[in-house]
């Protein structure tokens, strides 16, 4: 049994710790969502969808970190906005075994945790697939669980990555190890890229996108952009059909509404800055035109100006 902590126990954050707890985990839960940390008090942790339905004891839930102690793995599972935040907030988590795994949507998250926690004992982590949303305080449901990928951020020996990984495994992730984490995190990004503004945009399923040949133009047409950024910058996708690829992994969860399209809903900021932002801030620094992920970026950014959250 390993000491599990994750900060930013959202939607997906709470399929992991419940899955973990179901595997005999002492799991830590940390959100800033205080009806959620009432309800995880109260009746449990459900979590329902592909893996099943069940109702666990965490061994704790709150919106701090206070008076958790050491542990063996720090999952941070929070926006991609909040991860200083919360890296700062793992440091009385830490000790000198303790592996830490960033796991966040779009570039840039592990190079802004690292000089805060160390880079020997960092992990990338790069999930996807899911489709998960939260039903109800306490509830949260997922549609698939394809990606759980990791790769070492800088010096963190091999044993101690893949002994953070079993922790996974033994709760019935399938994990993949990267030596090389850009083709990693890039694999997923152009997945992100295609599906989150498109969504978020109007307001679609992922199966939806996919069907309807209007939403379809501007997801691929984002897609395709990524794919010319990511060729400029020298990254090995390794795939020979990007596209083909994009709409593989979206057949698998059809019904599922990206994290970004869910916080619109919700009156919430997206990550949309790391995630189709990205393709045209490299964009414009490679000399690689990006006017789908531009005007996308554009219009999603004038919505949240709207939000008063």
């Avoid at 805060?116 to 949303?133: T, Y």
């Avoid at 305080?137 to 990555?161: D, Q, S």
């Avoid at 990267?178 to 307001?203: A, Y």
């Avoid at 059809?254 to 932002?277: F, K, Q, T, W």
Wanted: proline residues 4%.
């Amino acid at each position: 049994m390993a000491k599990v902590a994750i900060v930013g126990c959202g939607a997906m954050g709470s399929v992991y710790a419940g899955l973990m707890t179901d595997a005999g985990h002492e799991v830590h839960c940390v959100t800033l969502w205080e009806d959620h940390v009432a309800a995880i008090r109260e009746k449990g942790l459900r979590v329902e969808g592909v893996s099943g339905d069940r109702t666990v004891r965490l061994a704790s839930a709150s919106t701090r970190t206070e008076g958790i102690g050491v542990c063996d793995l720090v999952i941070i599972a929070t926006k991609a906005f909040d991860v200083e935040a919360a890296a700062e907030a793992c440091l009385p988590l830490l000790g000198p075994d303790t592996v830490v795994q960033t796991l966040q949507n779009g570039l840039g998250s592990a190079d802004r945790v690292a000089p805060i926690v160390g880079p020997d004992r960092l992990a990338i982590g790069v999930v996807g697939g899911f489709g998960a949303s939260r039903r109800a305080p306490g509830h949260v449901h997922h549609n698939g669980m394809e990606i759980t990928w990791f790769g070492a951020y800088a010096g963190l020996p091999r044993e101690k990555l893949e002994a953070s990984t079993r922790i996974w495994e033994s709760a019935g992730f399938r994990v993949r190890h990267f030596d090389d984490t850009r083709q990693m995190v890039w694999q997923k990004l152009i997945m992100n890229v295609t599906f989150s503004g498109s969504t978020c945009l109007t307001g679609l399923t992922i199966g939806q996108v996919m069907a309807d040949p209007h939403a379809w133009r501007v997801a691929s047409g984002c897609a395709k952009e990524a794919v010319a950024v990511a060729q400029a910058l020298g990254v090995n996708l390794a795939l020979d059909d990007p596209l083909g690829h994009i709409r593989e992994l979206g057949g698998k969860i059809p019904h599922a509404r990206p994290s970004m399209l869910l916080d619109h809903l919700a009156g919430l900021r997206g990550e949309v800055d790391v995630i189709n932002g990205s393709i045209p801030r490299l964009g414009a620094e490679l000399g690689v035109p990006t006017p789908v992920n531009d005007t996308v970026l554009a219009l999603i950014k004038a919505r949240e100006s709207t939000f008063s959250k």
